[in-house]
C-alpha cells in the first residue's frame, strides 16, 4: 500500500490521553492532571506538592523546542508558566489544554515502541537507550543502537523476546523485571486498541530505580475506530484537517492528500489504483475518495462539492467501473453537483461498465472530460493541468 496514504488513515491521541489508556494498562506513569487555565494548573501543582512539569497537549511534535514544556518549582510559578503556554500557537494549532503532572528525577532515558512494519507484515518491537530523541534520528545516526524483534501475530511478544531486546539495547540490569511486565502491557494496549503505533518515549529510569513512561504517543487505526467508541469520542475536529472533518459527517471515506489532481472512484482497490497512475502521469493525488459499491447520486455530489472546495485541486479524475455501481447514477451526481456552479478547473470522467451508455449520454454536452480507459484519463487529466499552468 502507498505510504502516502497509510500515513493519514490514523488518529493521534494528546499525550494526557494515551496515558489514561497506559495506566488502565498497568504501565507506570507519572500523577497529574489536565488544566484548561492557569488557576487549574496551579490547583493540580498544589495537590500534587512538588516540581511538575508543565506540557502543551496538541497534535504536533516540536513542543518542548515551541516552547510547550517547561518545569515549575511552585504552585505560582506553575500557574505564570501555564498562563503563557495556554493560548500559543504549535505548528499552527492552539493549545487549548496542558497536563500538568509530577517531574521526574531522570537517572536515564529509554525507548519503548511498537509498529506496523508493512514490508515484514508484522508488528515490530524497538527498544533503546537512547531515548527522548525521535527514532528516526537515532536510527539515521546510530543505527546499532536500536534492538528490534519482530512479533509473530499467533503467538504474541514472548518474553525471552524481551530479555533479547533489554539486553540487545544495553539497557540498565536492575530494570529487567520491570522491563518485561511494561513491553507486555504495552503489546497488548497496542493490539487491544487497534493501535498502529505505542510508544514510549522516553521511558525513564529515575535515580530511585523505577521505571516511568514520561511519554506516551499513540496512533490509532482509523478504520477500527467502530470497535473503539470511547477512543473514538476522543477525537477533536479542531485538530483535524477542515476537509476530512466534514468528508466524515457526510459519511465519505476521504482521505486528504498533498496533491494537485482530485480523485473519485468506486472501491478501495480501484481508488487505490488511480492514485497510482496518476502519480505515474507525472501528477500527485489530492485526495483519496472511495465512493463505494452501490454509490447513490448523492453520495457523488457531495464528494465532488467537497473535492472542488479545495483549493489545492487543480483538476479532478472520475474513475468508476461500474458492477453493482450505476454510471448513470454517478453521471447525476456529477451534474448535480456541478448544477449553479463555476466549474474553474478541469474534470475528466471514465465511466466504464454497467449502464455506462446511459451514464455517457447524460454527460455530453457538458464541459466534462470523457476518457475510455483509467491511463487515458489519468494522461488527460494531468496533460490539461499542465496547459493550464504554463
Sequence with gaps: MPSFFVEVVEMKLHEYQAKQLFARYGIPVPKGEVASTPTEARTIAEKLNKPVAIKAQVLVGGRGKAGGIKVAKSPDETEQLAGQILGMRIKGLPVEKVLVEEALDIAAEYYLGIIVDRSKERNLVMVSAMGGVDIEEVAETHPEAIARA????????????????????????????????????????????????????????????????????????????????????????????????????KGLAYVRLKGEVGIIGNGAGLTMTTLDIVQRAGAAPANFLDIGGG?????????????????????????????????????????????????????????????????????????????????????????????RAS
Design 295 to 387: 454509490a447513490r447520486a448523492d453520495i457523488v455530489r457531495e464528494g465532488l462539492k467537497l473535492i472542488l472546495s479545495d483549493p489545492q485541486v487543480k483538476g479532478v479524475l472520475i474513475n468508476i467501473f461500474g458492477g453493482i455501481t450505476r454510471c448513470d447514477e454517478v453521471a447525476k451526481g456529477i451534474l448535480q453537483a456541478l448544477e449553479g456552479m463555476e466549474l474553474k478547473v478541469p474534470i475528466v470522467v471514465r465511466l466504464t461498465g454497467t449502464r455506462e451508455e446511459e451514464g455517457r449520454k447524460l454527460l455530453e454536452g457538458t464541459p466534462l472530460i470523457p476518457a475510455a480507459t483509467m491511463q487515458e484519463a489519468a494522461e488527460k487529466i494531468v496533460q490539461l493541468i499542465r496547459s
Design 150 to 249: 519482530y512479533i509473530d501475530p499467533f503467538i504474541g511478544l514472548l518474553d525471552f523476546q524481551i530479555r533479547q531486546l533489554h539486553k540487545q539495547a544495553k539497557l540498565e540490569p536492575a530494570t529487567l523485571r520491570s522491563f518485561i511486565a511494561i513491553a507486555k502491557s504495552l503489546y497488548r494496549l497496542y493490539i487491544e486498541c487497534d493501535a498502529n503505533l505505542a510508544e514510549i518515549n522516553p521511558l525513564v529510569l529515575t535515580k530511585e530505580g523505577n521505571l516511568v513512561a514520561a511519554d506516551a504517543k499513540l496512533l490509532i487505526d482509523d478504520n477500527a475506530l467502530y470497535r473503539q467508541p470511547e477512543i473514538a469520542s476522543w477525537r477533536e475536529e479542531v485538530e483535524e484537517d477542515p476537509f476530512e472533518a466534514e468528508a466524515r459527517k
